[in-house]
């Protein structure tokens, strides 16, 4: 038996999204008190650990994503007394609070940028900045140092006229990315995670980690948007496992969240012998419904490529000593009933096939807020309800390139990272419980139904499935420590099916992600453990998932 796989297997990780969990000050805004004061709905869903989305200082551009100062807390969200006081009755109700930590970049607020646009040398050399030809200008600054877009739209450099250089910025012209290449900055960043575990913090997840090593030579890309050059770039490895000794964290629960990722990087960052984070995000299975790759353009989903896309990722992570973190869902993503299921004819169904399918996977399961209640995309009808920097640039890129306004809602409505940062509905009165004063987002007008009071009444809610699932895998060691081997032969059919074995116990589990009746696999002998429908049945009914056990 290996003691770390038994120990982050059999942990069960919920994210918040601090803006939208439970505003505590009526100015419609979650906040860490707001957090504090629902710690024993966590404890009641029996969740381990708390993934917190940044509170620190910011000018919010990218909701806390454009740090300004790594450690203090953002005034909006409280003071370090409300997040110690938050820590502190965490870990008394046996929950572990892990911090998000955005290291590829930070704001252009942050005193280091502040500096470098003054003009001091020592400031200059912490960020991606290139000289611009001799004679540039604002008007006319001439071409940036390379054709690499940003991942919110647009070339990925800014033009500073006061230095007549150009800054990289992969992601808002605001969050300025970091140079890992000097010492000094991997310094300040170590010195980072000392003092949050100064505060007796002992878990942390790294911010889109594996961009931050950037090639020695900027070139164009001509095959892509520059991602190839930059993600799983040639110093990772070694600033990573820097990073964890100095920062000293080796062996504390902690997560990567790797963009545009291979499955061979991930073996890398999570196989314990290379000291570097227990477990990797990646996205790939998250793209299954990209027309050719593209976040922007609609297909349905397809499921042979999601069955083998979990085939590869939970059968080869295994076989090369690595950790899959396992998810449907977190602030970036649409609501994942109303993506990979049908929220309107099998709402219940659809909701909790798909945290079957993952927590019984190998691997650790995240749950995002609202996700345990079946929480579904937004009902916006105009533009003017979002608020994410990404949805807002994206509803003007699509008219550029030539959709009409009605086509270009219809995609963002589909794709807004907004879809999944609604407020957390609480109950059924006004705001959801969620705030005294006016949301800084516009809840689902589902809420009166669908929502933690009433989930809670229910023996048979969405809720209710969560904590089973969560109650299982702290019971059954085949699913904290089995190996996994996905059922072959299944091309052109809506099923996914895997194995899970330890010894002598056998656990199938079977999905159907689709509307229609098909045929079960055999499970001759085996007893329910958990699934979706009462009834037994050879068919497997809409959206079902069931999981049997042979001991
Ligand atoms: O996300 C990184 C990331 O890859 C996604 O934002 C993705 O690029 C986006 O959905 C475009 O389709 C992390 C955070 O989770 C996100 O909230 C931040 O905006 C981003 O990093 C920058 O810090």
Redesign the pocket.
């Known amino acids: 038996m290996n003691p770390r796989t038994q120990e982050l297997g059999s942990k069960v990780i919920y994210q918040i999204y601090i803006k939208s969990y439970q505003d505590s000050d009526g100015d419609g805004m979650g906040d860490l008190r707001g957090i504090t004061s629902r710690l024993d709905y966590l404890a009641d869903l029996g969740v381990d650990c708390v993934w917190i ?1 940044p509170f620190f200082p910011s000018p919010q551009n ?2 806390g ?2 740090v300004s100062d790594y450690c203090a807390i953002e005034p909006l969200y409280g003071t370090m007394d409300d997040f110690e006081e938050l820590a502190r009755e965490a870990r008394a109700r046996g929950i572990e609070v892990m911090l998000d930590m ?1 290291f ?2 930070t704001s252009t607020e942050h005193e280091w940028f502040k500096k470098a646009l003054s003009g001091d040398p020592k400031y200059l050399a912490y960020y991606k900045f290139v000289d611009a030809a001799p004679g540039a200008t604002a008007d006319d600054p001439g071409k940036p140092p390379t054709n690499w877009e940003s ?2 739209g647009g070339n990925a450099w800014e033009y500073v006229p006061s230095l007549n250089k150009w800054y990289l910025h992969l ?1 808002d012209v605001t ?1 300025a990315d970091l140079d890992w290449d000097n010492p000094e900055v991997r310094e300040e960043l170590a010195n980072v995670l000392r003092f949050w575990r100064g505060k007796g913090v002992n878990c942390f997840r790294f ?2 980690v594996n961009l931050i090593s950037k090639p020695n030579v900027l070139e164009d890309d001509f095959e892509g948007d520059g991602r190839r050059f930059y993600s799983d770039g040639p110093h990772i490895h070694e600033y990573l496992q820097e990073l964890v000794r100095l920062g000293g964290i080796d062996g504390l629960m902690t997560v990567g ?1 790797m ?1 545009s990722t291979s499955l061979q990087s991930c073996i890398g960052y999570s196989n314990p012998s290379n000291h570097e984070l227990s477990m990797c995000f990646n ?1 790939h299975h998250l793209k299954v419904d990209y027309d050719h790759g593209d ?1 922007w353009a609609l297909k349905d989903p397809d499921i042979d490529e999601l069955r083998e896309l979990f085939r590869s990722w939970q059968e080869e992570m295994a076989a090369g000593g690595g950790w899959n973190a396992l998810f449907w869902s ?4 649409p609501r994942p009933n109303s993506r990979f299921g049908d929220t309107e004819r099998f709402w219940y169904e659809s909701s909790t096939l798909l945290p079957t399918a993952t927590h019984l996977m190998r691997g650790t399961p995240y749950i995002y807020q609202g996700e345990e209640l079946g929480q579904t995309i937004t009902d916006f009808t105009s533009i003017d309800q979002y608020r994410d920097v ?1 949805s807002i640039n994206y509803y003007r890129i699509l008219q550029d390139r030539g959709c009409t306004p009605e086509e270009a809602f219809h995609i963002v409505h589909a794709r807004s ?1 907004d879809d999944g940062r609604t407020p957390m509905a609480w109950n059924d009165s006004p705001n959801a419980g969620f705030t005294t004063g006016t949301p800084w987002l516009a809840l689902v007008g589902n809420y009166p139904t669908v929502n933690a009071q009433a989930e809670m009444a229910d023996p048979h809610s969405v809720r209710a499935y969560f904590k089973r699932l969560i109650a299982l895998r702290k019971a059954e060691p085949v699913i904290q420590e089995g190996d996994v081997r996905f059922v072959e032969g299944l091309e052109g059919s809506p099923i996914i099916a895997f194995w899970r074995t330890l010894g002598k116990t056998r656990l199938l589990v079977q999905c159907n992600f689709s509307g229609e009746e098909v045929g079960a696999l055999d499970a001759e002998g085996s007893e329910l453990l958990i699934g979706n429908y009462d009834e037994p049945s050879d068919m497997l009914r809409p959206y079902e998932a069931r999981a049997t056990i042979w001991r």
């Open positions: 989305t990218d909701n994503y454009d955005v590829n970049h991942k919110f992601f969050q911010d889109v969240e963009s996205f976040k977190n602030h970036d993503q990404e990272r």
